[in-house]
C-alpha cells in the first residue's frame, strides 16, 4: 500500500494525519449532537413535569401534552372573540350619546330660582337633540330639537346653543353651526 500512496507522491503519514483529523472532528460535532439531544430531553421532561395531571409517582404523558396545547389554542381563539367584541362595542360607541351640555336659566322675568334649563345630549359625531324645558308659573313646555351633525334645521335660542356648545366641547371661537 505504500507504493500506491509513493506513486501518487503522498505519503502514507500525511494521510494517516489527515484521517485522525477527521476522527477528531466527527467526534467533537458528535459530542456537540449529544449535548443538543440532552438539553432538548430536559426541556421535554420539564414540561411533561409540569402538566397539571402529573402527580408525585406518575409522570405526564403525551395526552397531557396535548391536553395543554388544546387549551392553549381555545385561549387563543377565546382571545380572537373577545377583540371581535371589543371592536363591536368600540363601532356602537361612536353612536351612543355620550356627551351632553346643560343650561339652566330664567325663562320668565317674574318666575326666578333658574327652573327652565336646556339639556343637549351628542354622540361622537356632534348628532343628537336638544331638549328646552320652559318652566312658566302656570305650565311647563318641552321642545326637542334634533341635532345632526352639529347643525340645528330649526332656529336655537341662545340657551341652547351654549348647552350645545359644552356637549360638543366647542369654545367661543369655533362655531358650531
Known amino acids: 500500500m505504500n507504493k500506491l500512496f509513493d506513486s501518487i507522491g503522498v505519503g502514507f503519514g500525511v494521510v494517516f494525519i489527515i484521517m485522525i483529523i477527521a476522527i477528531v472532528f466527527l467526534m467533537i460535532f458528535s459530542g456537540m449532537m449529544l449535548l443538543e439531544l440532552n438539553r432538548i430531553r430536559r426541556r421535554y421532561r420539564s414540561v411533561l413535569k409540569s402538566s397539571p395531571s402529573a402527580n408525585k409517582k406518575e409522570k405526564a404523558s403525551e395526552k397531557d401534552v396535548k391536553d395543554r396545547l388544546k387549551q392553549l389554542e381555545n385561549q387563543s381563539y377565546k382571545g380572537e372573540l373577545q377583540g371581535t367584541d371589543i371592536r363591536d362595542i368600540k363601532s356602537k360607541m361612536g353612536t351612543t350619546l355620550t356627551r351632553y351640555g346643560i343650561v339652566k336659566y330664567d325663562a320668565f322675568d317674574d318666575v326666578g330660582g333658574k327652573l327652565s334649563f336646556v339639556l343637549a345630549m351628542l354622540d361622537e359625531n356632534n348628532t343628537g337633540f336638544v331638549l328646552d324645558a320652559i318652566h312658566s308659573r302656570d305650565n311647563c313646555f318641552l321642545y326637542l330639537k334634533e341635532i345632526v351633525n352639529g347643525e ?26
Not at 332656529?155 to 362655531?175: G, P, Q, Y
Request: aromatic content about 8%; proline content about 0%; glycine content about 0%.
Open 152 to 177: 340645528s334645521y330649526i332656529m336655537l335660542s341662545n340657551e341652547e346653543m351654549d348647552a350645545l356648545r359644552k356637549a360638543a366641547f366647542v369654545t367661543d371661537e369655533e362655531e358650531i353651526i
